[in-house]
């Protein structure tokens, strides 16, 4: 079955730095690659998402990219802020396609 | 900000109470999923429905039951609550094509003494 490792260590990044958080996953690639953000006690909140034909995706100060050969994507936020401290959630379908796994997420803190 | 509601968002109850959790969504999305997540673990899939009259149960096991009887509405229900049922509960609900986003309501944290 289809397994998403993501940096379980907290990242700590200074203000302005761009932080770069990694997603992999272990077996077929999927059709697309979503990524969440969440805050402390709330819900996942879309940011972007990518498809298989894609390399890099942006949206304001978020990039991400996909590498369908190294099983990996790569979420980029340039000119971080405290703001942007939470955890991010790689996501991606199941083999079925109409589910997606979540990542356990990797919690990052900005500091100014 | 995404249109879907759960009630409570808090909620502490004894063991063997019966509890229903509230879900709604007014942005007529055909899909909606309830998921189960623990402090810094990654959400669990516990129940979906791709429609009004179709439940399927979901990757982790759970004595939890659902029903959509109507397209806004995904009630989870738990019969007799325990102690192993305290976690953070999540609805969230999405377009019906693959791809698109999932929609996520603020959760109820339910804790079962």
């Known amino acids: 079955s289809q397994k998403i490792e993501q940096n379980s260590e907290a990242l700590n990044i200074q203000e302005g730095k761009t932080a770069t958080l990694t997603c992999n996953y272990t077996n077929y690639s999927p059709a697309y690659l979503q990524w969440y953000r969440q805050d402390p006690g709330r819900g996942p909140v879309f940011l972007l998402l990518i498809r298989e034909n894609e390399k890099e995706k942006r949206k304001e100060r978020l990039k991400v990219t996909f590498d369908t050969t190294l099983k990996q994507s790569l979420f980029h936020i340039t000119a971080s802020q405290p703001a942007d401290s939470a955890t991010y959630l790689c996501?991606?379908?199941?083999?079925?396609?109409?589910?997606?796994?979540f990542g356990s997420g990797t919690r990052l803190s900005i500091r100014p | 900000e995404a249109d879907i509601y759960q009630t409570p968002r808090y909620l502490v109850i004894g063991t063997g109470k019966k509890i229903t959790l509230e879900c709604s969504q007014t942005?007529?999305?055909?899909?909606m999923y309830w998921y189960q997540q623990d402090p810094g673990m990654e959400l669990h899939l516990i129940h979906y429905s791709y429609g009004v009259n179709s439940t399927e149960k979901g990757d982790l096991s759970s004595e939890s039951t659902v029903s959509r009887i109507r397209t806004e509405h995904f009630p989870l229900t738990l019969e007799s609550a325990r102690p192993s049922h305290t976690s953070q509960y999540l609805c969230a609900s999405s377009e019906v094509a693959d791809g698109y986003e999932q929609y996520f309501g603020p959760g109820t944290r339910l804790t079962v003494t």
């Open positions: 942005m007529g999305h055909d899909k």
């Open positions: 996501a991606l379908p199941y083999s079925s396609a109409s589910k997606i796994i």
